[in-house]
């Protein structure tokens, strides 16, 4: 099984490396054309703004590679919201793989809700093998102030504010809007089946 | 069909609403002198106490929901060893992790954050040249800036900004600087009250009040903590989104465990 970590100016990469580490996975962080589309399994990480990743991505071409992968592909965080058509984050058009538009948190009360929400909090009503042995309502890791509505692709949800997408899924990509790179077993499991879950 | 989309405006979608939310969050906080943790700590369950590594995993295991790593070091030879041990942590320690101190460029941010670190926090350098947080937040993203404060309430009633470590008073108020800040990119205050700082007479509810309703983004709440009613106050009376301690983490008066229970069962929603 050939793991490939899509390599960019992204935050995130090492602690996704040690995460894998610990459920004793290697992969290759990598930005090489050749390597990422041959790989089994393909880790789209990311801390960061939008813009500034969708210039990097662009002028290396990773914006076309990515979007022609048909082997599963799992976008975290800011990985996650740069597989959609358009983030208002700096106004940026993203890669498209998903119709659905990033936005920006819209607290209806500062002192109940901040931006961007930062802690942890329940994924709930959990869809696909992705999410296989993970219990409802189990508590993930969030850093944002974007994030994408409910609708037909949901395959796990949060509430914040409203309840919104925490996953979603199409075809062979994957996305996930928390971290699961952090906290020990809802997250292992959520990696874990990714890597060797029939997905 | 998607049972998330049917839920919705039924019964079970209410019910889960307001089961289902973000927590609020307990911080130990470790100070680091060249790479070792300074302020002194009581465990026997651990062989190096001096060990920052060792010390993160055990909050980490006990259920602490983020850590802080300041760095006080004094020198800048000595931040290499900043990088090698943020690996280190990032490594060993599955829940996110802040560190600070010293920090004052981007290419500063870009090494911790290569090396695994979560969050930022800058205090003075960020006071110095205010320019930093639009640059940090530009390049990558208001939510791994932490804009760190250490405030002091004066005769005059309002409170005042301090810099280097909280020696260094001046004359601006602590909510207008935040606000500043959080214009300009901070994604997170971490707010340490000086009259309140190792007094265990709990949080300084007020400014971390102020703060927590006036601004749109997450307080952190420092200094004071004591007791597990400090801790529901300043989450109840405070409005903090977090809270912050050190001495008492680390001299076992308050478990994490314990703590966490309590601020359950007064409904202050946590992650058990």
Known sequence: MKLAIIKYNAGNIRSVLFALDRIGVTATVTDDIEEIASADRVIFPGVGEASTAMQYLRERKLDQVIKGLTQPVLGVCLGMQLMCRYSEENDTNCLGIFDEEVKKFDSPSISQFKIPQIGWNNIYDLKTPLFASVANGSFCYFVHGYYAALGEHTIATTNYIKPYSAGLHKNKYYRVHFHPEKRAKPAQQILQNFISGDI | ?272
Not at chain 2, 14 to 40: A, F, H, N, W
Not at chain 2, 56 to 77: K, M
Not at chain 2, 115 to 142: C, H, M, Q, Y
Not at chain 2, 151 to 174: A, I, P, S
């Open chain 2, 1 to 272: 069909m998607n049972d998330a989309i049917n839920l919705n405006g039924t019964d079970a979608a209410i019910e889960k609403m307001s089961q289902y939310g973000l927590c609020k969050r307990i911080i130990p906080c470790l100070d680091i002198k060249d790479g070792r943790t300074v302020k002194g700590v009581n465990f026997e369950n651990i062989r190096d106490a001096g060990d920052p590594v060792e010390l993160g995993s055990l909050y980490a295991e006990q259920g602490a929901d983020e850590l802080v790593f300041l760095d006080i070091t004094a020198t800048i030879e000595k931040r290499k060893t900043l990088s090698e041990l943020v690996h280190r942590i990032s490594h060993k320690i599955n829940i996110p992790f802040t560190v600070g101190g010293g920090i004052s460029s981007i290419e500063d941010v870009y090494l911790l954050l290569q090396n695994g670190a979560d969050k930022i926090s800058v205090n003075t350098s960020a006071f110095k040249n205010p320019d930093l947080l639009n640059g940090l937040s530009r390049e990558f993203g208001s939510q791994c800036v932490v804009l760190a404060i250490d405030t002091k309430q004066e005769e005059d009633g309002e409170w005042y900004v301090y810099l280097n470590g909280g020696r260094t008073k001046t004359e601006t108020k602590c909510y207008d600087w935040a606000r500043e800040a959080v214009e300009r990119g901070a994604g997170e205050i971490l707010l340490t009250s000086k009259n309140n700082d190792g007094t265990k007479k709990g949080f300084a509810l007020d400014i971390t009040q102020l703060l927590s309703t006036k601004l749109p983004v997450p307080v952190i709440a420092s200094g004071g903590g004591g007791s597990v009613q400090h801790f529901i106050d300043v989450f109840t009376e405070g409005k903090a989104d977090a809270a912050l301690a050190a001495s008492i983490f680390h001299f076992k008066e308050i478990a994490i465990p314990d703590l966490k229970q309590a601020l359950q069962l007064h409904d202050i929603k946590v992650r058990l």
